[in-house]
């Protein structure tokens, strides 16, 4: 979950166009062999996103959605894990894929599809460690 702190002193979240049902999400991927859970996501947000910065050692959340594959449904398991983002990059490596928007936490939780991505966002509200 890239997040950043806005002037006003909020926090923000990125999220990004899946790439098949242009659904909001958060970046995301498959575990990496050779790369711990939290590095892989750290990689996948700057391959989905293009933002780089300090990711969590311990997940943040978790949430569960089914995954639309060619011919069948797979129900995975998300490990969210903060990014907080110190550099966004212009051009990276699924910029013409993918649609990204900072958003504030609530309107996050709202534009979400999946609820307990909703949930885990709205959770963010309440972390004092994310207090700027």
Known sequence: MPI???ADGST????VTSRTTRRWIVPKGWPMKGLK?????AREA????????RISREPAGRYNYWKRMSDHF????????????EQQLDSFSEQHQRDLHWFKL??????VDEPELSTAIRKLERMPALAA
């Open 4 to 6: 950043r702190h806005a």
């Open 46 to 53: 700057f391959e989905e996103a293009g933002v780089i910065g």
């Open 37 to 41: 859970d939290y590095d892989a996501a």
């Open 106 to 111: 609530a309107d996050a939780a709202d534009i």
């Open 12 to 15: 923000e979240i990125l999220l």
């Open 74 to 85: 797979v129900l995975c398991e998300v490990n969210l894990y903060l990014l907080e983002v």
